[in-house]
């Protein structure tokens, strides 16, 4: 069984920094392609970044290009999203996801749970 769980949410300042994690469990962690979107009141949920380790590629929403950095430790199957520079607008709901596939084509096949990140001015 897939399992994504995220942490790491919480409630900061403007212009602070916030690091979520992913621990994955129950595939192949190096077999798809990692993903994080986010949800904010409102608003439909929408792609932040990807990590594919097979293809060594990473890749980032505009809005959030030199803030935000993925990364994964494969050793403990865990994807990261460092998030430096925050705004109010980062504040949103934080999911986790596997690609369906093991190059970043922004398709999910299963999510985590959600961590809330609250971004206040």
């Known amino acids: 069984e897939v399992q994504l769980v995220e942490s790491g949410g919480g409630l900061v300042q403007a212009g602070g920094s916030l690091r979520l994690s992913c621990a994955a469990s129950?595939?192949?962690?190096?077999?798809?392609?990692m993903l994080w979107f986010r949800q904010a009141p409102g608003k439909e949920r929408e792609g932040v970044s990807c990590?594919?380790?097979?293809?060594?590629?990473?890749s980032y929403a505009d809005s959030v290009k030199g803030r935000f950095t993925i990364s994964s430790d494969n050793a403990k199957n865990t994807v990261y999203l460092q998030m430096n520079s925050l705004k109010p607008e980062d504040t949103a709901v934080y999911y986790c996801?596997?690609?369906?596939?093991?190059?970043?084509?922004?398709?999910?096949?299963?999510w985590g749970q959600g961590t809330q990140v609250t971004v206040s001015s």
């Open positions: 996801a596997a690609d369906r596939h093991y190059y970043c084509s922004g398709y999910p096949g299963s």
């Open positions: 129950g595939f192949t962690f190096d077999s798809y392609a």
């Open positions: 990590l594919s380790v097979t293809a060594n590629t990473t």
